[in-house]
């Protein structure tokens, strides 16, 4: 793959605005293929009022990109998982992924144990040490927004912290710094050929904000 055909694809990547995003989000539940009393559930959480960087249109940018970058569009089961990997979410919980696996095996009798897999996979990307290429691909799609342009990464930091109002601002700066330490140090921050478009813009916007927090 040419320089140039990576960057013409990272340019229009990163050019997908929230309107999008909350389209795709319909195009998500269409193929996730869920119960009628299911789909309303998951809007009904999605538009919760506490979400601002966890709503529909974070999850359905990943669908959206899912397809952009050649993903199966028949791949039920990812698209499950994108859909509920944050149906509960509660940003002072520390078992969000966990209980929203339980969710998906209640709200859809009958799923796969391979999303919950995925879904509970989410609550530590780097630290997800399984060989899963469709697990390690949610997992990449999960972190595209680190590599948004800067005016979207800042727009989503603030949507973020908006979710963490109840954080005094030295606890919220000390928590984000040590996220995204973590993260701009991990050898592999992207685990497949998303690499190519993502790695780089990720670790620049990770570089900037880890520079500001430390000032």
Do not use: C
Not at 194 to 214: K, Q, S
């Amino acid at each position: 793959m040419s320089g140039h055909s990576v960057s013409l694809r990272a340019t229009q990547a990163l050019a997908i605005d929230p309107a999008q995003g909350q389209a795709s989000f319909g195009a998500l539940i269409a193929q996730a293929d869920v119960p009628a009393q299911t789909v309303a559930e998951l809007r009904r959480r999605h538009a919760e009022p506490h979400r601002g960087y966890h709503d529909a249109a974070h999850v359905g940018l990943l669908w959206l990109r899912h397809l952009m970058h050649g993903g199966d569009p028949a791949d039920r089961d990812l698209a499950r998982a994108i859909l509920f990997h944050d149906a509960i979410y509660e940003p002072l919980a520390r078992d969000n992924e966990a209980r929203s696996a339980d969710l998906f095996a209640t709200l859809v009798p009958g799923g796969s144990d391979w999303v919950q897999a995925a879904i509970r996979a989410t609550a530590d990307h780097i630290g997800y040490a399984g060989g899963d290429d469709r697990i390690q691909r949610l997992l990449d799609l999960d972190l595209t927004p680190l590599a948004e342009t800067p005016a979207v990464f800042a727009r989503n930091t603030a949507l973020l912290r908006r979710e963490f109002a109840a954080v005094p601002e030295p606890e919220w700066r000390a928590g984000r710094r040590r996220v995204l330490e973590r993260f701009v140090t991990a050898e592999q921050l992207f685990r497949t050929r998303l690499a190519a478009i993502y790695d780089a813009p990720a670790r620049a916007n990770l570089a900037t904000e880890i520079a500001a927090l430390a000032g």
